[in-house]
């Protein structure tokens, strides 16, 4: 009896799935990382090239603080290599089941493939003494928004690097080249940034949430006030008729607001004072065109520098 | 023995869907010798607009149960038999939906309606529905008023309204999905 066709299908049988399945069977596995917010995937990217494969649970126009904890975000979990939270309680109300329904014992928290970014940005408003519910939704570690300050993006991406060169030494020389062209052409851009605020610096602005310490310090403009009375509660008639009368004798006319709070209030309080409401992005995607890091800061800055002027 | 299977499916960004299956099988209380069987189908959908998450939000939900149940036959029902219960096997089926609507930051106007025969006696059925307003002061408490209607199957009519408050001390860990 002649075995050979027999012996011919069963190998074809045994390879051809592994092949199939296995297309890039001399290229190394690219390191799937997921981030919490779009900004850090944006970061992720600009240092892991075409070695990673990176994606964001929240969308760039989302509340980060109010993300559901879909069971879609745990498949996304259960398969990565390497989580990146912005950490500092900002992903406390959504992030913790995720990661434990996960079945990822590699991106657990301390674990090898968990990277918490805050543990290499410059924190603000940490918050002295006691810390109670009474304050709002005050992060008792310190303010969270700290990626809208491009040095604490800088530190962050060689944090990035960092650990992506521990989890994959071999392309590690690729990620550390990648991470100093991005400082390179972000300092570049951040050069173009502070010249275009330049005219603005010491101007006053009110915001909605405290979202902006970080980028009100980097680019010298001074918040005297926020339309929430506490972090996480509504805006009430008395707080905004005290911010009315605030930003009247301190001449302040400008409001900064995301993209996810109602109008109604920053827009009276606008009439109000003769002012004006800005929508800014807090994040990478906040709007289509914004795809990276770089853009975000073009398009929160052109609209901020044309409300400076529109209300000088 | 209880038996779950759950299915979830991203419709958008903004919605989902939730499906289950669910099973149960055990001895009930009329003894080793009789059986309930329970299967149930129930469905849940999400909407809520990402960039608008938290002021607008609905959810509606519904589950349908059929209940097989063995109970003591026609001679023995009038001595162990609990009030209102029949004699033989009972095929029982029950259903509730519900909807959900946040209009508001923190307000949310929801409805429900459950029809269901009883138990131990599939011949009679209940059925009604309700309205729910509810009001968050803030994440830690919640205040509701509910009217609710039920037409029971002994011919008679309920009129009911409630009034709740919840509130919670301390802090906890973030509520699954």
Request: glycine residues 8%; contains cysteine.
């Given at each position: 009896?002649?075995?050979?066709?027999?012996?011919?299908?069963?190998?074809?049988?045994?390879?051809?799935?592994?092949?199939?399945?296995?297309?890039?069977?001399?290229?190394?596995?690219?390191?799937?990382?997921?981030?919490t917010?779009?900004?850090?995937?944006?970061?992720?990217?600009e240092?892991?090239?075409?070695?990673?494969?990176?994606?964001?649970l929240?969308?760039?126009y989302?509340?980060?603080?109010?993300?559901?904890?879909?069971?879609?975000?745990?498949?996304?979990?259960?398969?990565?290599?390497?989580?990146?939270?912005v950490?500092?309680?900002?992903?406390?109300g959504?992030?913790?089941?995720?990661?434990?329904?996960?079945?990822?014992?590699?991106?657990?928290?301390?674990?090898?493939?968990?990277?918490?970014?805050?543990?290499?940005?410059?924190?603000?408003?940490?918050?002295?003494?006691?810390?109670?519910?009474?304050?709002?939704?005050?992060?008792p570690?310190?303010?969270?928004?700290?990626?809208?300050?491009?040095d604490?993006?800088?530190?962050?991406?060689?944090?990035?690097?960092?650990?992506?060169?521990?989890?994959?030494?071999?392309?590690?020389?690729?990620?550390?080249?990648?991470?100093?062209?991005?400082?390179?052409r972000?300092?570049?851009?951040?050069?173009?940034?502070?010249?275009?605020?330049?005219?603005?610096?010491?101007?006053?602005?009110v915001?909605?949430?405290?979202?902006?310490?970080?980028?009100?310090?980097?680019?010298?403009?001074?918040?005297?006030?926020?339309i929430?009375p506490?972090?996480g509660?509504?805006?009430?008639?008395?707080?905004?008729?005290?911010?009315?009368?605030?930003?009247?004798?301190?001449?302040?006319?400008?409001?900064?607001?995301?993209?996810?709070?109602?109008?109604?209030?920053?827009?009276?309080?606008?009439?109000?004072?003769g002012?004006?409401?800005?929508?800014?992005?807090?994040?990478?995607?906040?709007?289509?065109?914004?795809?990276?890091?770089?853009?975000?800061?073009?398009?929160?800055?052109?609209?901020?520098?044309?409300?400076?002027?529109?209300?000088? | 023995?209880?038996?779950?299977?759950r299915?979830?499916?991203?419709?958008?960004?903004?919605s989902n869907?939730?499906?289950?299956?669910?099973?149960?099988?055990?001895?009930?209380?009329?003894?080793?010798?009789?059986i309930?069987?329970?299967?149930?189908?129930?469905?849940?959908?999400?909407?809520?607009?990402?960039?608008?998450?938290?002021?607008?939000?609905?959810?509606?939900?519904?589950?349908f149960?059929?209940?097989?149940?063995?109970?003591?036959?026609?001679?023995?029902?009038?001595?162990?038999?609990?009030?209102?219960?029949?004699?033989?096997?009972?095929?029982?089926?029950?259903?509730y939906?519900s909807?959900?609507f946040?209009?508001?930051?923190?307000?949310?106007?929801?409805?429900?309606?459950?029809?269901?025969?009883?138990?131990?006696?599939?011949?009679?059925?209940?059925?009604?529905?309700?309205?729910?307003?509810?009001?968050?002061p803030?994440?830690?408490?919640?205040?509701?008023?509910?009217?609710?209607?039920?037409?029971?199957?002994?011919?008679?009519?309920?009129?009911?309204?409630?009034?709740?408050?919840?509130?919670?001390?301390?802090?906890?860990?973030?509520?699954?999905?």
């Amino acid at each position: 009896m002649n075995l050979r066709p027999k012996l011919f299908s069963f190998v074809l049988t045994i390879c051809l799935p592994a092949v199939l399945f296995s297309p890039a069977t001399t290229a190394a596995k690219n390191l799937k990382v997921i981030t919490t917010l779009t900004d850090l995937a944006s970061l992720t990217q600009e240092v892991g090239g075409d070695k990673v494969e990176v994606e964001a649970l929240a969308k760039g126009y989302q509340d980060p603080h109010f993300v559901d904890p879909k069971p879609s975000f745990l498949l996304k979990l259960r398969h990565a290599d390497l989580l990146i939270s912005v950490g500092l309680e900002l992903e406390i109300g959504w992030l913790p089941p995720l990661i434990t329904q996960s079945g990822n014992g590699n991106i657990q928290p301390a674990a090898p493939g968990y990277l918490d970014a805050s543990q290499f940005a410059e924190i603000l408003e940490i918050p002295q003494g006691a810390v109670t519910r009474a304050e709002g939704d005050v992060h008792p570690l310190g303010n969270p928004h700290y990626w809208l300050d491009p040095d604490n993006a800088r530190r962050i991406a060689k944090g990035i690097a960092a650990k992506l060169t521990e989890m994959d030494s071999t392309d590690g020389p690729y990620f550390q080249q990648r991470e100093q062209d991005f400082e390179k052409r972000l300092v570049e851009a951040d050069k173009k940034w502070q010249t275009q605020m330049a005219p603005y610096r010491g101007r006053k602005i009110v915001t909605y949430h405290r979202s902006w310490p970080n980028f009100a310090k980097h680019f010298g403009l001074d918040v005297i006030g926020y339309i929430e009375p506490r972090p996480g509660i509504p805006p009430t008639p008395s707080h905004t008729i005290e911010l009315v009368n605030l930003m009247k004798r301190e001449n302040t006319k400008l409001e900064l607001i995301e993209p996810y709070f109602d109008v109604k209030t920053p827009d009276s309080i606008a009439r109000m004072t003769g002012g004006k409401v800005v929508v800014m992005m807090p994040s990478v995607g906040g709007k289509p065109e914004i795809t990276d890091y770089f853009k975000l800061f073009d398009y929160d800055i052109g609209i901020l520098t044309q409300a400076f002027q529109q209300t000088q | 023995m209880v038996g779950h299977l759950r299915g979830y499916k991203d419709l958008t960004d903004n919605s989902n869907l939730d499906l289950g299956v669910s099973y149960s099988r055990g001895h009930n209380l009329f003894g080793s010798d009789f059986i309930t069987n329970l299967y149930g189908v129930d469905a849940t959908y999400h909407w809520k607009p990402l960039q608008r998450s938290i002021y607008k939000s609905f959810i509606a939900r519904s589950e349908f149960i059929w209940r097989q149940q063995n109970q003591p036959s026609l001679l023995i029902c009038p001595t162990i038999c609990p009030v209102g219960a029949a004699p033989g096997f009972q095929r029982a089926f029950g259903f509730y939906t519900s909807g959900d609507f946040q209009f508001a930051r923190r307000w949310f106007v929801g409805g429900r309606v459950d029809d269901s025969d009883r138990a131990f006696n599939s011949h009679l059925n209940d059925k009604g529905g309700s309205l729910v307003l509810t009001y968050w002061p803030s994440e830690f408490a919640q205040v509701r008023g509910q009217y609710r209607f039920t037409r029971y199957a002994d011919k008679f009519d309920a009129h009911e309204v409630f009034l709740q408050l919840q509130f919670a001390l301390g802090a906890h860990g973030a509520h699954p999905f």
